[in-house]
């Protein structure tokens, strides 16, 4: 079987409502330079099919679709058509949550440019941060989060096996990208590389 | 050369022509390097034209005593020759021979009488539907040499003769003017069909044109019906992935193999092919009349998202 070169890049989905130091010119011309085949984006297929782009991220409405619209780069929905539930704690739960969110946003008005963000050393702090916010969020928080992760997982599994042989970007909420990382890596079919690699 | 020019314009004996051995008088027949010939063209094929005369094609040679013929008789003393192989049974081979024997350009000869070369290939060959084989072996023999082909021939025979490399074809039926035209016609390398030939290809074709896409037999894949289906809307390779989820170099993959199967060379071709087989017409039907209400709607994000059909 021909097997699929896949990368993934974090990208800060969360805060897009919000004003942030982040460059969406950089992100336009990191995924100009990469020009993969697939772009796998965490946007809703609904959203997408219906054209309702102003109920999308920022950083696809502002920098993605515009590079894909003036390149052969195709664009392809992951999130599903539901997205994902927020799941609203309550009491102590809720405070811890907001104070982990707090920090984790903080964090990522600090990295503030896409290498940074898909950084070694930013994606460990990331990956503590979310497991923190899982176990904090409680039991149904886990099950909404661990359901989106798997719903992405399995539609770039989708697109990979349509299409093998491509190169694949697939750009999702930096919160995720660690996770899908690893458990990418688990699939014959796919290799895994850094998305400078791709 | 000094004795050749001078071997030419002092011999005036009896000779014997060294093509036929036919007695030629002194102050007759052609004479070419120090021989006599009996006739012109037997003295072309002994010493053919150089290459490069033999390529020239003027415009005003095609009736004859144009500028060619003029400083053929001017510095060579020759006139310019059309040799011809005629093929074919006996009986036609001979008759053929006779008929365009009487041309003063024609050199008309037959594989016996092995006045072709390496060095001399006939400009035209004429042969006969009914040995195609033998047609192929002197076409491949003489690669520069156009094919006339006179035969009685079916459409679908005249067609697969065109295939072979034929580029004249002449009903038995045809005068012998129009044959001679058409040889002349053919050494310059066009395609002269008789008028019957042409009708009957025509409608041959119109027929072939209208009952081969319905009688398809063709094997798509899934993916490659889903492409054809959105080439009858007259997507884009970058439409088309959009809409199935692919990259732009896959579908573009599965256009040349839809090419292949549909044995055509264009989307415009297959979608034809598509829509007169009755494929997808409900969804040519619709793309049309999306295509139409376009022009009334203004689609603020048309430009960024593709409109899904599903």
Redesign the interface.
């Known amino acids: 079987m021909t097997e699929s070169r896949v990368a993934v890049l974090g990208t800060l989905s969360d805060l897009h409502r919000q004003s942030i130091a982040y460059d969406l010119k950089v992100l336009a011309r990191l995924i100009k330079e990469i020009q993969p085949?697939?772009l796998c984006a965490e946007i809703r297929r609904d959203h997408?099919?219906t054209?309702?782009?102003a109920r999308m991220p920022v950083e696809y409405r502002e920098a993605l679709?515009?590079v894909c619209?003036r390149s052969?780069i195709?664009?392809?929905p992951i999130a599903g058509t539901q997205g994902e539930s927020p799941v609203e704690s309550r009491g102590l739960r809720a405070a811890l949550v907001g104070v982990l969110n707090w920090q984790l946003r903080l964090m990522q008005r600090l990295a503030g440019t896409p290498e940074a963000i898909n950084s070694g050393a930013f994606g460990v702090m990331c990956s503590w941060m979310c497991g923190l916010i899982a176990w904090a969020g409680g039991p149904e928080a886990r099950r909404a989060w661990a359901a989106a992760n798997g719903r992405i997982l399995q539609n770039v599994l989708d697109?990979v096996r349509?299409?093998p042989g491509?190169r694949v970007l697939v750009t999702v909420d930096c919160r995720r990208r660690h996770l899908l990382d690893r458990r990418l890596r688990a699939f014959g079919e796919i290799e895994v590389v850094e998305f400078h690699q791709l | 050369m000094f004795a050749q020019l001078k071997s030419r314009l002092h011999i005036k004996r009896e000779e014997r022509c060294p093509i036929c051995g036919e007695v030629v008088p002194g102050g007759r027949g052609v004479q070419r390097y120090g021989k006599r010939f009996c006739h012109s063209w037997h003295a072309d094929f002994y010493h053919p034209p150089p290459p490069w005369w033999r390529r020239l094609r003027w415009p005003a040679d095609e009736g004859g005593g144009g500028l060619r013929d003029a400083a053929a008789s001017l510095c060579l003393g020759r006139k310019m020759t059309l040799s011809v192989l005629v093929a074919g049974p006996a009986l036609l081979r001979e008759g053929l021979c006779a008929l365009l024997g009487q041309e003063e350009d024609f050199a008309v000869g037959t594989e016996a009488n092995a006045i072709f070369s390496a060095r001399s290939p006939p400009d035209v060959i004429i042969g006969c539907a009914d040995t195609p084989d033998a047609l192929r072996d002197l076409q491949a023999r003489w690669p520069q040499a156009r094919v006339l082909v006179i035969a009685d021939l079916s459409p679908a025979a005249a067609s697969r003769l065109i295939d072979l490399g034929a580029i004249g074809l002449f009903p038995l039926a045809a005068e012998p003017d129009e044959l001679i035209w058409a040889i002349r016609s053919v050494a310059q390398g066009r395609l002269t069909l008789h008028p019957s030939v042409l009708r009957a290809l025509v409608a041959h074709l119109a027929e072939a044109d209208y009952a081969s896409p319905l009688s398809l037999t063709v094997s798509l894949t899934a993916r490659e019906r889903d492409v054809l289906r959105c080439l009858v809307l007259g997507a884009s390779d970058?439409d088309i992935?959009?809409q199935l989820?692919?990259?732009?170099?896959?579908v573009q993959s599965h256009l040349i193999h839809l090419y292949r199967k549909l044995g055509v060379r264009s989307r415009t071709e297959a979608a034809l092919i598509a829509v007169r087989a009755g494929w997808f017409v409900e969804e040519a039907t619709r793309g049309m009349d999306e295509f139409s209400n376009s022009t009334e709607t203004d689609?603020?994000?048309?430009?960024?998202?593709p409109?899904?059909s599903?």
């Open positions: 085949d697939l997408w099919e054209g309702d782009v679709l515009p619209k052969d195709v664009l392809v697109a349509r299409d491509r | 970058k992935a959009q989820y692919l990259s732009v170099r896959t689609s603020r994000h048309s430009a960024l998202v409109t899904r599903e």
